[in-house]
């Protein structure tokens, strides 16, 4: 059930200069949350920005929601002053999240704040029987590591600038790690460059892989479509479909990227 109200927050962390994590008291309602799936948050108490943002869950329990968020304009900006005690306003959760299936090996892939979902789906898989290996590409100095350490079957660090990482993008590792095991399941989140590449990797080798596309949103619930994105429809058409509402998760073989 969705929840539309306020929550406390009870503790908050700063990861790095404009990355945050705060977690707020998980509702008695919320019945059931997905991994990818986002709530809506009101940035600020003030009313400015009026817009609310959308954020994914990072982690979850029984008592808690986690949102690890970078800080990318006023919104988030606003998002990272509030202190513990503060209530927060939020609605969720939203979207269809990554969908889990009987799964005994997958890959989970993650690029910038993209990173902030493949945490809650690795959490969530940790007490399962499945192998996960993770890759994870930061622009420069990594965060988070030890819990991905703690859960990951294997973690490969990317890092644009930071020569004690693997240095580059995810692409190269991850078609290494394609080419040298049979994974059941591709999980991956981060910017729309990276999904697109390696969608096309995965279906040029018919490879499944689940995509949580990150776009700008602001209803959160289907009713202002500004968040559009095109999936194929039959053999040669395609359709707009919202990605607060039919995604964010959608497969790489039925997306359209631009310029596709
Ligand atoms: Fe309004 Fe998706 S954010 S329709």
Request: with cysteine; charged share 20%.
């Amino acid at each position: 059930m969705k929840f539309n109200g306020s929550v406390k927050i009870i503790e908050r962390k700063q990861l790095q200069q404009d990355v945050f994590q705060i977690k707020v008291e998980r509702p008695s309602m919320i019945e059931e949350i997905l991994p990818g799936q986002f709530f809506n948050i009101v940035a600020s108490n003030t009313g400015y920005p009026l817009l609310r943002r959308p954020i994914s869950v990072s982690g979850y329990s029984a008592d808690i929601i986690e949102f690890t968020v970078k800080v990318l304009g006023t919104g988030t900006q606003a998002l990272s002053e509030y202190e513990v005690g503060e209530t927060i306003v939020l609605m969720g959760p939203l979207g269809n999240g990554f969908e889990q299936k009987v799964e005994k090996r997958v890959l989970l892939v993650g690029g910038g704040i993209g990173i902030a979902p493949i945490k809650g789906l690795l959490e969530q898989l940790a007490p399962q029987a499945v192998s996960s290996d993770v890759i994870l590409g930061f622009r420069d100095e990594p965060y988070l590591v030890e819990m991905f350490s703690a859960h990951a079957s294997s973690l490969t660090l990317v890092s644009e600038y930071d020569a004690s990482y693997r240095l580059g993008y995810v692409t190269q590792p991850f078609i290494e790690h394609i080419e040298a095991n049979a994974y059941d399941m591709i999980y991956a989140c981060g910017p729309e460059a990276m999904l697109k590449t390696l969608a096309g990797i995965c279906n040029s080798r018919k490879l499944p892989i689940q995509l949580l596309m990150e776009e700008k949103m602001a209803c959160g619930i289907g009713a202002c479509l500004v968040c559009t994105c095109k999936v194929k429809q039959g053999d040669f058409g395609f359709k707009h479909v919202r990605m607060c509402k039919e995604g964010p998760m959608f497969y790489g073989s039925e997306v359209i990227f631009d310029a596709d």
